[in-house]
C-alpha cells in the first residue's frame, strides 16, 4: 500500500517521502466520485495507515492491522494522519495509536478502524463483492467531519494517552503529535494539515528524531552478518556447552535453556 508513492529508506540518509506528494494523491482519491475500497491484508503501517484514512470504506482481514509507528522514529504522521484518524475512530483512541506506535488488530482497539472485518479466503474476491455491497453507499471524506471538543476534555484525553508513549521514543514528537491532533478541533482542516507538514519538517530535520532513525537501522544491521548470503540456512543448534558456571555463564545457560535448547554448564575446576 505505502510502495505507491512512499519509497522504503534503507538508512538514515535515504530519501523519505515527501508528505506533500502524499496529500496530493490522497486528495484525488478522496474526489473520485466512485467508491474506493482499502482491502488491508496484513500491516498498514505509517504511509498504508495513511491511505487507508480517505477511502470511502475498508475491508480488512480479522488479523490485519493498523498502525502509525512514525512517533518510534521521532515522527509524526505527516500525510494527513493526525487529522484524519482522530475523525475516523475518535481522538482518544487516535491519540494512543499515534503515541504508542503500536500496530493495532481490530480487537486491540476499543473503535473499529475498518468498516467490516472478514475472515477472508481470498482477499480481492471478498473485497471486490464488499465493494457491490457499498457501491450505492454516499462518499464518506473524513475532511467533511467537524470535531467538536473542549480543550479540558482534549487535555484528559492526552495525558492519558501520554502515559503509554515510551521515555525513548522522544519527548519533540510525543508533543507535537498532541498539537497536531489538536488542531483537529481548533483549526480548519486544510490549515491543520499544513501545520502538520511543518511540524513533520522540523522533527526530520532535528536531532532527536536524525538519532532515533540511525538507531532503528543499526539495530537492523547488526543482525547481519556481512559476506553471508540471504539464502543460507542456519544450522541447527542440538546442544550447547558452557564453560565456565559463574554468575555470567550461569545466565547464558539459563537463556539457552529458556529458548528450549538443551545445555550443559561445566564448572572451570571440572576441566582441569
Known amino acids: 500500500m505505502a510502495a505507491c508513492f512512499a519509497p522504503v529508506p534503507t538508512s538514515p540518509n535515504s530519501t523519505w517521502w515527501a508528505p506533500s506528494d502524499a496529500h496530493e494523491l490522497i486528495a484525488v482519491v478522496e474526489a473520485l466520485p466512485k467508491p474506493v475500497i482499502a482491502a488491508i491484508h496484513g500491516a498498514a503501517l505509517g504511509a498504508g495507515s495513511n491511505w487507508h484514512s480517505p477511502v470511502i470504506s475498508a475491508f480488512a482481514t480479522a488479523t490485519a492491522r493498523l498502525g502509525t509507528p512514525e512517533i518510534k522514529l521521532g515522527l509524526i504522521p505527516g500525510a494527513g494522519g493526525t487529522q484524519r484518524l482522530p475523525r475516523l475512530i475518535g481522538v482518544e483512541e487516535a491519540l494512543k495509536m499515534i503515541l504508542g506506535g ?155 535453556a529458556r529458548a528450549g535448547i538443551p545445555v550443559r554448564l561445566i564448572d572451570n575446576d571440572a576441566v582441569h
Do not use: N
Not at 481470498?122 to 470535531?147: E, G, N, Y
Not at 532527536?208 to 553471508?228: M, N, Q
Open 102 to 256: 503500536e500496530a493495532y488488530r481490530r480487537r486491540d482497539s476499543a473503535a473499529d478502524w475498518a468498516d467490516r472485518f472478514y475472515r477472508a479466503c481470498d482477499l480481492l474476491a471478498d473485497a471486490a463483492a464488499f465493494a457491490r455491497h457499498v457501491q450505492t453507499r454516499p462518499p464518506r471524506r473524513l475532511r467533511d467531519i467537524r470535531m467538536r471538543h473542549g480543550t479540558g476534555e482534549f487535555d484528559a484525553m492526552a495525558r492519558a494517552a501520554h502515559g503509554i508513549a515510551r521515555p525513548a521514543l522522544g519527548h519533540r514528537a510525543t508533543a507535537a503529535a498532541i498539537d497536531a491532533v489538536r488542531l483537529s478541533f481548533e483549526m480548519p482542516f486544510d490549515a491543520a494539515l499544513q501545520r502538520e507538514r511543518i511540524l513533520f519538517d522540523d522533527l526530520l530535520a532535528g536531532d532527536e528524531s536524525k538519532a532515533l532513525r540511525h538507531l532503528f537501522f543499526a539495530e537492523r544491521e547488526a543482525a547481519r552478518v556481512p559476506g553471508i548470503p540471504a539464502d543460507i540456512v542456519p544450522t541447527e543448534i542440538k546442544l550447547v556447552a558452557i564453560i565456565g558456571a559463574g554468575a555470567m555463564g550461569a545466565r547464558i545457560a539459563l537463556c539457552f
